[in-house]
């Protein structure tokens, strides 16, 4: 379904009784089923049929997960290994290649075409063992020129210079992602993260200088001792930046699930009142400085590509997040990776001793993952239909999965009525139309056509805003 999607977008008047009814746990769906639903019955076999089901043609996005990082900043949620010890990056990439060789025995040589380095920290490898992963990879598939392709890594502008620009550039890599969450001394001195507008505006312009052709920047609402104001200050030195994108992520205090986050004072976190206060000034002040809200936590200017595959109604999202390049199938490398391959999604082992034991043995480190059934297929279009454009047509879901949509999700559309009564969605004979306030409270929306969402998991996710 193509949606033409406005550049110029309504400013969004937050209705804070509404935001506080609807503000609840729920997935950032990433993936449908969420990675809740994977077992570990799931195995190479698996991994085999989902490969012969897909077009051997189609074309690859690779993520690389680099766990380490060299300092441990106190908000993190990810997958990471704090060491200051560069001997094991060493072994991992080893560990790497061995992987990618693996799992290109059962690809074939596809062509890549987009690419993404996580974490963790990727520029805790040296540029000697960035370029040997890089080097396998073109060993064992086709590597789409960076004229072509998308490939981005995240970057900690602490621990890069100009030199580093210049050979992210050369290994083909043409994004950029830094992490910046806010530029408050205090806030940084509180989470452990350091940074100053300087050397961030620094690393970037040496980013343009050598061919980054978009950069994204990372920010955290909820952080300690934030204010609105303070936030403000933040915003006006990011627009002095000019990122390509940005990412506004909200910040969720759980220190008894991520054990750094027990350094934070509580007490200095800011209220929902004034979480609430940021957002909507955030929102507002991005749109009126002509950044596209794609949705969720997510923001672009008009011609970046997120947008413009937005307006074409080609936005796609997987485990990386938004992207634009939904004809690609997701091959994650190194622990904690979660792949998507045909129908099936699967996982890597979390834990460094783990996964080397598998790749030891010669066997791929998949640790879990699930086959979706065609109610999940059904269930994953209509949420990612939602989530990425905001509307949906009846007739499109019908004639792609042979139902009648409103007779069979009857019981849902039931349930989605209350937000339409509270103005945000609307629903008619055609289909459903998010409006501008609905569209922050988007992952909500879609837990209605959730089957596997019970109360009892909605504790495992983080609040919605």
């Known amino acids: 379904m193509i949606l033409q999607f406005p550049i110029q977008q309504a400013p969004i008047s937050i209705n804070r009784e509404l935001i506080a009814r609807y503000n609840l746990s729920g997935p950032r769906y990433t993936s449908y089923p969420t990675a809740l639903q994977f077992t570990e019955d799931f195995r190479k076999a698996d991994y085999q049929q989902a490969i012969a089901q897909t077009d051997p043609k189609a074309p690859l996005s690779i993520y690389i997960h680099i766990p380490f990082c060299a300092t441990l900043c106190y908000y993190c949620a990810c997958n990471k290994i704090v060491t200051k010890d560069r001997r094991k990056a060493q072994t991992y990439v080893e560990y790497l290649k061995r992987e990618i060789a693996l799992h290109a025995k059962l690809l074939g040589g596809r ?17 000697t063992e960035m370029a040997a992963i890089v080097d396998c990879l073109h060993h064992h598939f086709e590597i789409a020129p960076s004229s072509e392709g998308e490939y981005s890594i995240e970057v900690d502008p602490r621990a890069v ?47 343009r200088e050598h061919g980054f052709r978009s950069i994204n920047l990372d920010l955290i609402y909820g952080l300690p001792y934030q204010t609105e104001q303070s936030f403000r200050e933040t915003l006006d030195k990011v627009m002095l930046l000019s990122p390509d994108r940005l990412s506004i992520f909200n910040y969720a205090h759980l220190p008894s699930h991520f054990k750094s986050q027990a350094a934070i004072p509580k007490q200095a976190l800011p209220s929902a009142e004034e979480k609430l206060q940021i957002l909507e000034y955030t929102v507002s002040f991005l749109t009126r400085n002509d950044y596209v809200h794609i949705g969720m936590d997510h923001f672009a200017k008009p011609n970046d590509e997120l947008a413009v595959a937005q307006r074409n109604g080609q936005l796609h999202r997987n485990f990386q997040g938004y992207s634009t390049r939904a004809e690609c199938e ?61 509307n949906l047509e009846y007739s499109v879901i019908n004639q792609l999965h042979g139902i009648d949509f409103q007779s069979y999700f009857a019981d849902e559309l039931q349930r989605l009525q209350s937000f339409a009564d509270d103005g945000l969605v609307t629903i008619d004979e055609q289909g459903i139309e998010v409006a501008p306030l609905g569209r922050l409270l988007i992952r909500n929306i879609c837990t209605v056509f959730d089957r596997y969402l019970s109360v009892m998991m909605q504790s495992r996710f983080s609040r919605l805003i």
């Open 330 to 390: 997701l091959l994650a490398l190194g622990v904690s990776g979660i792949s998507q391959i045909g129908d099936s999604y699967f996982q890597n082992l979390k834990d460094l001793d783990g996964y080397y034991e598998a790749l030891d043995k010669s066997n791929l480190p998949i640790w879990r993952g699930v086959k979706l059934d065609a109610d999940d297929k059904l269930r994953r279009d209509v949420i990612m239909q939602l989530i990425c454009h905001f």
């Open 111 to 127: 062509r890549v075409t987009q690419m993404h380095w996580g974490g963790g920290t990727p520029t805790f490898l040296s540029h």
């Open 161 to 207: 210079n100009d030199d580093s620009m210049q050979r992210l550039a050369e290994l083909g890599l043409n994004r950029l992602s830094l992490g910046v969450q806010d530029f408050d001394p205090k806030v940084q001195k509180a989470v452990n993260r350091v940074q100053s507008f300087e050397l961030t505006e620094k690393v970037i312009q040496q980013a």
